[in-house]
Nanobody
Framework: QLQLVESGGGLVQPGGSLRLSCAAS????????IGWWRQAPGNEREYIGC????????YYANAVKGRFTIFRDNAKNTVLLQMNSLQPEDTAVYYC???????????????????WGQGTQVTISS
């Protein structure tokens, strides 16, 4: 079964940037559509964006469009989330998740993602 691990979280000031990484062992992430999600305390898990398996086309939620970028680093077998212009409302635990290898395209519902990492904390505060 696919195992995902997020890394790169931390504390940054408003307006700052942070890059998160989603890594996998054994399996190539190139074979999976990968989504990024976040969850703040008391809130539902929120869709951030996704990169397709075959086309590598990316999709973003309106809340992060223009500030966040998802891309693959195939040499390191990772999917990265570059976050710019961070604001306090971006504070959350960030998760990467994967669809199964049978589905090529992105989706914005949690039910379509079958493998989840444990999350990494991102805090934006002055």
């Amino acid at each position: 079964q696919l195992q995902l691990v997020e890394s790169g979280g931390g504390l940054v000031q408003p307006g700052g940037s942070l890059r998160l990484s989603c890594a996998a062992s054994r399996f190539s992430l190139g074979g999976y559509a990968i989504g990024w999600w976040r969850q703040a305390p008391g809130n539902e898990r929120e869709y951030i964006g996704c990169v397709d398996r075959n086309t590598n086309k990316t999709y973003y939620a309106n809340a992060v469009k223009g500030r966040f970028t998802i891309f693959r680093d195939n040499a390191k077998n990772t999917v990265l989330l570059q976050m710019n212009s961070l604001q306090p409302e971006d504070t959350a635990v960030y998760y990467c998740a994967s669809r199964t290898e049978h589905f090529s395209f992105c989706a914005s519902s949690q039910d379509y993602y079958h493998y989840w990492g444990q999350g990494t904390q991102v805090t934006i505060s002055s």
